[in-house]
């Protein structure tokens, strides 16, 4: 690869100095290290993606994670650096640029006081310009939430985890899934829900959730699952929780305006009221 070390694509485990977890889901989990070949602590901090020894998560997933994150350059998307091969346990890990200020979630929840509505809306923006690129090149992201939105700075934000991403196929407009699995059902589009579709336009619902969950500044007691359970605890009646989420989406419910929501991001002008957000 290039010759300085910002464009390493192979990484030596020998050289891979583990300093602590920085997240974790069903098949994987994200660490922080830091790649020192001098041995002087000198060495760039990394985040480094490992699969789950478990036996579910297959190597073939993750080598499509790590094909789809290194073909894309955008300042809105996670940077990919290369892999670490780890032959004994003919394994490989993903090697990303770290993200300082961790998930979107915990920085909003810790700097809630600081953050006005133009930075909300700056972040707002800089998620959008991220799948803008993401559907320009064709992929669906799956899983748009802000526990997959990292914080670069005070003031850069970035699209990351592309586990659930997918290709549209050339003569189609959407994507089925044929194993719906673990799914984020809170932040599916209804059609994603009930006959597992994934398209540009589900991925547009997922940032309609994702802003309610800005507004919110990630306020957990008003998380998109805990106030979408309240509207459908009151009438539950045996079927499926996705089913009482498809009935009252469809009876044109809605995530509530956040409290704190500007008006202007409150009500979308007419042309975009159009667009199906959650
Ligand atoms: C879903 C399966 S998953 O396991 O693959 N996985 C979870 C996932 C969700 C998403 N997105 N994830 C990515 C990162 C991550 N974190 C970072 N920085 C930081 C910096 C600080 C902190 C922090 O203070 O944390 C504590 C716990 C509050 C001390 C955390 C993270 N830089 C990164 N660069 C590339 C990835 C990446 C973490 N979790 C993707």
Redo the contacts with the bound molecule.
Sequence with gaps: GPSNQQDQSVYEERHLRYI???????????E?CRYDPLGDNTGELI?V?KLQPNKQSNLEDFQKEINTIRSLHCDYI?KYRGVCYSMGRLSMSLV????????LI?YLEKNRQLINNRRMLLFASQICKGLEYLQSMRYVHRDLAA????VASDTLVKI??F?LTKIIPFDKEYYRVTHPGESPIFWYAPESITESKFSHKSDVWSFGVVLHELFSYCEHNCNPKRLYMQEIGNDMQGLSISMHLVDILKDNWRLPAPPLCPPRVRHLPQPYATLRVA
């Excluded at 602590?20 to 994200?30: A, D, I, T, Y």
């Design positions: 602590s977890p920085l997240g974790k889901g069903n098949f994987g989990s994200v922080l985040a993606k996670v990303m640029e770290y993200l300082p200020y961790g998930s915990g526990r997959n939105i990292l990351a985890d586990g």
